[in-house]
């Protein structure tokens, strides 16, 4: 498919089977209502009975759950894309399950080198070292100061340390969103692996996952994954503008923002189906 193809028919793809999208709709609430109330039991049961400690962690897997279902779902709509099915998948609520287990496996996995490259860059360039320095010079000079005294970093800290620390900043923080990316790239093919293969070997299988894109095409693969990330960064962007005009217009998120989970995942299921 041409890429303003697999923009527009992943586009309306949400709109297609309005049931599904709404069992997803009702899952994420679900997930953000036990994930929320577990946090507070536990401050809670922090605060002063253990029995809510309790309370908090049963609340908590139960949301962790859930989330395995929508994660796996997620992979479902992959495949849709993958396979050209015209409607949503059904919830097989097991299956997904352990498809979101596999999903969450992928992501921490695909986040471990980029993380792991952005220590590595930090510490070579003593990023954290002076960090750490001039965040304990400030607190130190806040406890002896006045409390309505303002505090100013150069006041504090040499100017050397200020550019060096600058400098450092931009060197990890360039080479770290560089590696981010791609691997955020290589993980959307690693994704469509999970989805067309139901193997978790085959998506963990990273030169694998970076050769895809070249049998799809590397322009053609960042030019999806470009107008995916825009596309969603301007309609997020336009609510929260509008947040400021009409009042409690960022409730449509609850629904706009499962209906781009549908819009993104089934565009990266068709881009994948060139090679599937």
Known sequence: ???MEIIREAMIFPSVDLAKLAIYIVLSIITGFLTTIGVVFLGVGMASNAAWIVVGIILL???LIVAFIIMGYQIGIIKTGI???ETAPEFVWKANMITGVKYFVVNIVYLIIPAIVFLIVGWATNF???AYTIVSRMMLTSMSSPANATIVVSDVVPQSMILS???????TGAISFIFFIIFWIIQTM???RLAKTDDLKEALNIPEAFRDIGRIGYGKVLAVVILI???IAVINAVISGLDGYIHGIRIVSI???PYLVFFAARATGLLYSDIA
């Open 1 to 3: 498919m041409e890429i």
């Open 61 to 63: 897997i139960l949301g």
């Open 83 to 85: 396979d050209h099915a």
């Open 128 to 130: 954290f070292g002076m």
């Open 165 to 171: 620390f600058a400098t450092s900043l931009m060197i």
């Open 190 to 192: 690693a994704e469509s």
């Open 229 to 231: 990330f825009v596309i």
């Open 255 to 257: 629904i706009v923002t």
